[in-house]
């Protein structure tokens, strides 16, 4: 995948909605400035949705992707809802260091995405944020890569463990789920922009502009 030509916003071939869940504090918020932005700061929790464009190159075609950033908190989930409608990708996100955020994936956040999400084929990956932390072994409680890893494989996700903070494999993940996404011609289809028009199912919601 490469930037060339970012700054052309133009002409795109398709535009892919990804969406990032998790718990409040695992860092959902800074492995999508360290993807858009390359940099990295401690930011406070998301209030409700934020988002951020990105434009790529992949396989010959012009990517807009549109990167929907959700509250962690509970009080904000009915808010967030409406934002899992037409989301290509999904990406979950825990917290290596903090075994709850990783639990609460399959008790919370997968039923989330199973109620809200309206892409039957949507690609998923899981996220294990901030292996910066893990310098050598890992402390008690902390969670395995082998655990997320069996997690991801039970779910049908990809897995990679990253860190926002020393940009540890963020790129790829983005990059490998994106691929997932256009490995699959029926999503390809939907994400087409046809003459200019269909601009990607995010254009029909109001929320937060970048």
């Known amino acids: ?9 133009s002409h795109f071939d398709h535009t892919i909605k990804l969406l990032l869940v998790g718990d409040s504090g695992v860092g959902k918020s800074s492995l999508l400035l ?3 932005n390359d940099t990295f700061e401690e930011l406070s929790p998301t209030i409700g949705v934020d988002f ?12 807009k992707l549109t990167v929907w950033d959700t509250a962690g908190q509970e009080r904000f989930r009915t ?17 290596i260091t903090r075994r709850e955020t990783f639990d609460a994936l ?13 892409v039957d084929e949507c690609v998923k990956i899981v996220i294990g944020n901030k292996v910066d932390k893990a310098k050598g072994e890992r402390e008690e409680g902390w969670v395995t890569r082998e ?6 494989r039970e779910s049908g996700s990809l897995f990679l463990e990253c860190s926002a903070k020393t940009k540890v494999s963020v790129r790829e993940a983005f990059e490998e789920l994106v691929k997932g996404v256009m490995e699959n011609p029926s999503l390809m289809e939907e994400t087409a922009n ?14 937060p502009c970048c």
């Open 194 to 207: 046809k003459d200019g028009v269909k601009l990607g199912a995010f254009r029909a919601q109001k929320g």
């Open 147 to 152: 655990e997320g890893e069996t997690f991801a």
């Open 79 to 95: 808010l967030t809802s409406a934002y899992y409608r037409g989301a290509q990708g999904i990406i979950f996100v825990y917290d």
């Open 52 to 63: 951020k464009l990105k434009y790529m190159d992949m396989a010959g075609k012009r990517l």
């Open 34 to 36: 360290r993807f858009c």
């Open 106 to 118: 399959a008790e919370v956040w997968s039923k989330e995405v199973d109620m809200y999400s309206t």
């Open 1 to 9: 995948m490469s930037d060339e030509g970012r700054k052309d916003t």
